[in-house]
């Protein structure tokens, strides 16, 4: 088992940064994929960014090029700095591990760009 808790969302004008960081519960060598979801208000789940066990990371289209996911061993974490925000990245965001044949989730955090 693993938990997840996120902070660092808030409220940013558009074309400002914030930094996410999820901390989980149990080393990070020991998970298979962490990643970073979102949720906008009637929209389903999508994924934003994920990063795995050697360092392979994905993003989905819309965030390539703005948005980093990484990872802090030490402190068994894993981050997203969000750059060049647009008001279409409002959502809940939420952080994932997929730990063997289970996915486990944070609580969400809000991020709200304003235009």
């Known amino acids: 088992q693993v938990e997840l808790v996120e902070s660092g969302g808030g409220l ?4 400002g940064s914030l930094r996410l960081s999820c901390a ?3 080393t ?3 998970i298979n994929t962490l990643g970073w979801y979102r949720q906008a208000p ?3 789940r999508e994924l934003v960014a994920t990063i795995t066990a050697r360092g392979s990371t994905n ?3 819309s965030v390539k090029g703005r948005f980093t996911i990484s ?3 030490a402190k068994n974490t894993v981050n997203l700095q ?3 925000l647009e008001p279409e990245d409002t959502a809940v965001y939420y952080c994932n591990a997929r730990l063997m044949a289970f996915n486990y989730w944070g609580q969400g955090t ?3 760009v304003s235009s």
Do not use: E
Request: charged share 15%; net charge neutral.
């Open 59 to 61: 993003y989905a289209d």
């Open 110 to 112: 809000q991020v709200t």
């Open 28 to 30: 990070i060598f020991s």
């Open 82 to 84: 969000m750059n060049s």
């Open 12 to 15: 940013v004008q558009a074309g």
């Open 71 to 73: 990872t802090d061993n």
């Open 42 to 44: 009637g929209k389903q």
């Open 24 to 26: 989980a519960s149990r």
